[in-house]
């Protein structure tokens, strides 16, 4: 098994940063493994990946050494089961609302003693051809990373007993959302949304996890880590429309 080498920079107090990948291609995974990204995200809420698309994504990762995180579709055991089972060193488990929906989580993700993750000799464990499946669930315990994403309102309310719950790496912003349940869809600037946002930051300094945040820029991810966030999430979408309109403006400036 390897090394999660993003939740050893969380433990020791760094800060982390990712990019959402929402196309099925492990050779675009692995082009943007060249630029020095700590982790991926492969978007399987927003996105038609399927398992099989997010084994050969975690793969390229692997090969570039960029730890490959899982976006699921819901909080549910057999499907959390299947996108791990591809190698995944970590998950994003989108819109829990309540202490007892982050155990849920953190359970399917866990094998016994502390969850419920069924077991087999599936690509995750080396297809049962490296280590002891008594090591490798201490070691698949020890390094998967969890990430329970932050969204709505009752989510806010709640926090406080949420960010109780054991085994929780990453308390994860996700200010789109946020804003819609709010009332506010797409204005997560609305003094309504970060007053939430403020409640987030301070509740989750209180405990053990880092705060994560999904940002459209770089501004944006210096004004969170200013903020103390430490796992930052863009969206390639956001990266490569800048850097495209970029080149078009200063080419045809130039033409
Ligand atoms: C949101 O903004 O709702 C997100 O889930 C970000 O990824
Ligand atoms: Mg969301």
Known sequence: ????????????????????????????VEVLGYQGWDFMVFDAEHAALEPRDCENMVRAAELRGVTPIVRVTTNLQPII???LDT????????????????????????????GVRGLASVRAADYGQ?????EYVQQANAETLVVIQIETSEAVERL??????????????????????????GQPQHPTVQKAMQRIV???????????VFV?????????????????VVGLESLLSRAVRD??????RNG
């Open 130 to 134: 490296e280590i002891s499946f008594r």
């Open 247 to 252: 080149f078009l403006r200063a080419a045809r």
């Open 216 to 232: 459209s820029d770089a501004a944006a991810a210096r004004w969170w880590c200013e903020r103390s966030a430490r796992y930052i």
């Open 1 to 28: 098994m390897l090394k999660n080498t993003t939740k050893a920079k969380l433990k020791v107090g760094e800060t982390v940063f990712g990019c959402f990948v929402r196309y099925p291609d492990p050779n675009l």
């Open 87 to 114: 190698g995944a060193q970590g998950l994003h488990v989108p819109w829990v609302t309540s202490a007892a929906e982050a155990e849920t989580a953190v359970r399917s993700v866990k094998y016994r003693p502390r």
């Open 81 to 83: 089961l299947r996108f």
């Open 202 to 212: 301070e509740t989750v300094a209180k405990s053990n996890a880092a705060l994560g």
């Open 160 to 185: 406080p007993e949420i960010v109780e719950v054991d085994g929780v790496d990453v308390f994860f912003i996700g200010p789109t959302d946020l804003s819609h349940s709010f009332g506010v869809p």
